[in-house]
């Protein structure tokens, strides 16, 4: 945790290995391998389909506060603000909510109490909003996977996170993190459940490179979590 906190105020990013995050949520492989059934259940975007990718997803927020109370908040449109992604700025994006079991599962709550710690270093607040977006991305012989069709950008909060849940006869998926001026920070692929990526998104940018499959003949898939924190409101 101290890595993490010290890696973001000077840099702007850090990866965390899954024996860390474990550790800090207080789980195992048995674990892990319960919360990504979640990932079975996600409903396709249709956003990303008029790009030609094929993802599934849902969307939820949650009010976070300093002593690490949880509350879910009321389904809404996802919007994202001015200078951060540059396909859907200020476009109201309706997704399928969260499950009741995804949202009752132990260990999103304590993966969201981990990151308000890590944010806290970015940012002194009493609450946190919290979005959560589990996402899965396929690919096929004929059609690449893109987990970020809008390129390199920022999603405008404070922390951002990319957590690997799973991923199956997939190559590529590599996360890169550059600075406010185009420098490169650093590039990453998540490839064991548990891989965490942390970053600053006020002063950085982050995109991840397309997947494919690995055996041509069947599809790819990469699951991942991300979850972001900014100030209520």
Not at 153 to 159: A, E, F, I, N, S
Request: glycine share 8%; charged share 25%.
């Amino acid at each position: 945790m101290d890595a993490a906190r010290r890696a973001l105020l000077s840099t702007g990013t850090h990866p965390m290995e899954p024996a860390e995050v474990s550790a800090c949520v207080g789980t195992d492989a048995a674990g892990w391998a319960r919360f990504a059934a979640h990932w079975d259940d996600l409903a396709p975007d249709p956003y990303a389909a008029e790009s030609g990718t094929v993802r599934m997803r849902r969307y939820g927020t949650f009010a976070l506060t300093r002593d690490g109370r949880l509350t879910p908040r009321p389904h809404d449109a996802f919007v994202q603000p001015e200078a951060s992604n540059p396909m859907y700025v200020g476009v109201d994006r309706h997704f399928e909510p969260l499950t009741d079991a995804f949202t009752a599962d132990p260990l999103l709550a304590s993966l969201i109490r981990l990151l308000g710690r890590v944010a806290s270093c970015l940012e002194d607040r009493d609450e946190w909003q919290v979005k959560v977006h589990p996402f899965r991305v396929f690919a096929s012989a004929g059609q690449d996977g893109q987990p970020t069709p809008e390129g390199r950008h920022r999603d405008g909060v404070t922390l951002v996170t990319s957590l690997l849940i799973g991923r199956e006869n997939a190559s590529g998926g590599a996360s890169s993190v550059y600075g406010a001026d185009g420098e490169h920070l650093l590039t990453t692929t998540l490839d064991e459940p548990g891989s965490l990526l942390l970053g600053d998104d006020r002063r950085t940018l982050h995109e991840v490179s397309p997947i494919r499959p690995l055996a041509p003949e069947r599809p790819a898939r990469r699951d991942v979590l991300v979850t972001t924190l900014l100030p209520p409101g």
